[in-house]
């Protein structure tokens, strides 16, 4: 079991930056893809980013180029740099390690351990 903590989250304005962060422990995630992910009041939990083992970064349409997410396998870290947030990127924002390759990065079920999540509010 990888036990995760995101951090970085709370408020900021359209047009500013914020930097999202996962802290894994328990185990190195350095052979694991890992994910993002967003839940919005009222709303279904969606995928928004992903980062494979190699440091290939996979991006929701949403949000490409704007958002872009990296990791840090030395610190057993992985983080999300969101730029230019618009009101609709408001979401509680959770990171995710998938353990067992091949069922997909941008469904939830590929994945097997989840952070509690950090809130994210944008305002314009």
């Known amino acids: 079991q990888v036990q995760l903590v995101e951090s970085g989250g709370g408020s900021v304005q359209t047009g500013g930056s914020l930097r999202l962060s996962c802290a894994a422990s328990?185990?190195?995630?350095?052979?694991?893809?890992m994910g993002w992910f967003r839940q919005a009041p009222g709303k279904e939990r969606e995928f928004v980013a992903a980062v494979g083992w190699s440091g290939a970064p996979y991006i929701t349409s949403s949000v490409k180029g704007r958002f872009t997410t990296s990791r840090d396998n030395v610190k057993n870290t992985v983080a999300m740099q969101m730029n230019s947030p618009k009101p609709e990127d408001t979401a509680v924002y959770y990171c995710?390690?998938?353990?067992?390759?091949?069922?997909?990065?941008?469904?939830?079920?590929?994945?097997?351990?989840w952070g509690q999540g950090t809130q994210v509010t944008v305002s314009s």
């Open positions: 328990g185990r190195a995630i350095t052979s694991y893809a």
């Open positions: 995710a390690v998938d353990l067992y390759p091949g069922r997909g990065w941008s469904s939830g079920t590929g994945y097997d351990d």
